[in-house]
């Protein structure tokens, strides 16, 4: 059984992550769009219902060749003060060294430092997050869903979606756990997009 791994974010993060990083030329560089990506975590509470939020300020970049399906680089950043679950008194403690940590700790990094493909579209990326200023190795589930010229202007995109379960406690997050308010493992989906850059750029 593959052992739950955590966050993000994180991290998200992720495009492409079916293809086999390589060495030597790197791939074109593509940077995700603000707008369109999008962190989602989910939490039952106490067991009566379901806790949804996301962060609102995600930013990242990679290097992908469409030609050879290699991912030779990926490095995302998660604002954890930008939490948001619609409720102000909940995302305050959110954003407290109970959860987030984010008044010490306000960004989580994640740095890809291999990829496992499964098929032309799905796989995984492997990597090390670094939240609550913990550094451990990640691992995220990622399908890759459309690389096309943008319908609106003249951009090309590449549109991915990733899962992963944070595991709390392996970065020093314990709250509520053993009184079943909050649980330990917290799953986690990433949609995102990224937009290729000129090479004349």
Same mark, same amino acid.
């Given at each position: 059984?593959? =052992? ?24 074109? @560089?593509?940077?995700?769009?603000? $707008?369109? %990506? ?9 067991? #009566? ?11 990242? $970049? ?22 948001? %679950?619609?409720?102000?008194? @909940? !995302? *305050?403690?959110?954003?407290?060294? +109970?959860?987030?940590?984010? #008044?010490?700790? *306000? /960004?989580? $990094?994640?740095?890809? %430092? ?7 579209? %799905?796989?995984? /990326? ?9 550094? *451990? ?8 869903? =459309? /690389?096309?010229? #943008?319908?609106?202007?003249?951009? #090309? ?12 406690? +392996? ?7 053993? $009184?079943?308010?909050?649980? !330990? ?6 949609? /995102?997009?990224?937009? @290729? ?5």
């Amino acid at each position: 059984m593959r =052992r739950p791994v955590g966050l993000l974010a994180c991290l998200l993060m992720l495009a492409g992550v079916m293809m086999v990083p390589k060495t030597g030329d790197a791939g074109t @560089r593509w940077r995700l769009d603000p $707008e369109h %990506t999008t962190v989602m975590f989910e939490a039952p509470h106490i067991g #009566y219902a379901r806790i949804f939020g996301l962060f609102q300020r995600v930013e990242g $970049e990679f290097d992908f060749d469409e030609t050879t399906r290699a991912l030779t680089y990926l490095r995302i950043k998660v604002d954890l003060d930008s939490v948001f %679950t619609n409720n102000q008194r @909940r !995302d *305050r403690h959110l954003r407290s060294a +109970d959860f987030l940590d984010a #008044y010490d700790h *306000r /960004i989580a $990094e994640f740095v890809m %430092t291999d990829a496992d493909p499964a098929s032309d579209t %799905t796989g995984q /990326i492997i990597g090390d997050l670094r939240f609550r200023g913990v550094t *451990r190795p990640i691992t995220l589930d990622v399908t890759l869903n =459309r /690389i096309a010229p #943008y319908p609106f202007g003249g951009n #090309y995109v590449l549109g991915a979606s990733a899962t992963t379960v944070i595991r709390r406690s +392996d970065f020093g997050s314990s709250y509520g756990v053993a $009184e079943g308010w909050v649980p !330990d493992e917290i799953p986690v989906r990433i949609e /995102i997009e990224a937009i @290729r850059e000129d090479p004349a750029r």
